[in-house]
């Protein structure tokens, strides 16, 4: 995975060799609905529709959507919606399958859980947002279903992150870079709250 400083990211961020492999993983079939928020050029929208109903992809940087139509127009499949515009203003209700290499918030999460059905599957790259309990396919990426899970403490969540059987949340904190650290801490300080606000 190709990380981007900046805060808008690299448009190419998933390669197609690790999300080949992310597609063995998940298992899509025919009946699918699949919306990759941030989709930059397209790319993971092109490799998966074959395999799915249909591929939605979301990009509010119209340079980069206009790539993206551009890219899946000569593709030559007929499945593939790009729609311009931000994640926090899209309906999530058809989807079956979401993907996002960008960092998801509580606001964004809470929005996949009301509008999507029971068993909605939802794959990120990195950090989940604290106390979501996820499942880690490989690499950094994790999935979770709908409706969410709550990890039981602050220690499940590191080890499900490090990917090992013993794991302290201070172990995670320190493996982190100064951003994700700082985010961290302040969704472990505001965990009550947004739980309540995303089922209630």
């Given amino acids: 995975m190709k990380r981007a400083a900046e805060w808008r990211g690299n448009p190419r961020a998933t390669?197609?060799?690790?999300?080949?492999?992310?597609?063995?993983q998940i298992g899509p079939s025919k009946n699918d609905v699949f919306f990759d928020l941030g989709c930059g050029y397209g790319g993971p929208c092109i490799w998966i529709a074959p395999k799915v109903k249909r591929a939605v992809g979301i990009e509010d940087h119209y340079y980069r959507y206009l790539r993206a139509k551009r890219e899946v127009e000569s593709s030559g499949l007929h499945n593939i919606t790009i729609i311009w515009n931000d994640i926090s203003k899209v309906s999530y209700r058809d989807a079956t399958i979401?993907?996002?290499v960008i960092s998801i918030g509580f606001e964004i999460m809470k929005k996949i859980q009301r509008q999507t059905k029971t068993g909605t599957l939802v794959v990120l790259y990195g950090l989940t947002p604290y106390p979501i309990k996820s499942h880690r396919l490989f690499g950094e990426f994790y999935s979770m279903t709908t409706p969410f899970e709550?990890?039981?403490?602050?220690?499940?969540?590191?080890?499900?992150?490090?990917?090992?059987?013993?794991?302290?949340?201070?172990?995670?904190?320190?493996?982190?870079?100064?951003?994700?650290?700082?985010?961290?801490?302040?969704?472990?300080?505001?965990?009550?709250?947004?739980?309540?606000?995303?089922?209630n």
Wanted: no cysteine.
């Fill in 15 to 24: 390669d197609k060799r690790e999300f080949s492999h992310l597609i063995n």
């Fill in 98 to 100: 979401l993907y996002s």
């Fill in 150 to 199: 709550r990890v039981k403490d602050q220690d499940e969540f590191a080890r499900i992150y490090l990917g090992r059987k013993r794991a302290t949340m201070p172990e995670l904190l320190k493996s982190i870079d100064a951003e994700q650290r700082r985010d961290l801490k302040r969704e472990i300080k505001d965990a009550e709250a947004n739980w309540d606000k995303m089922n």
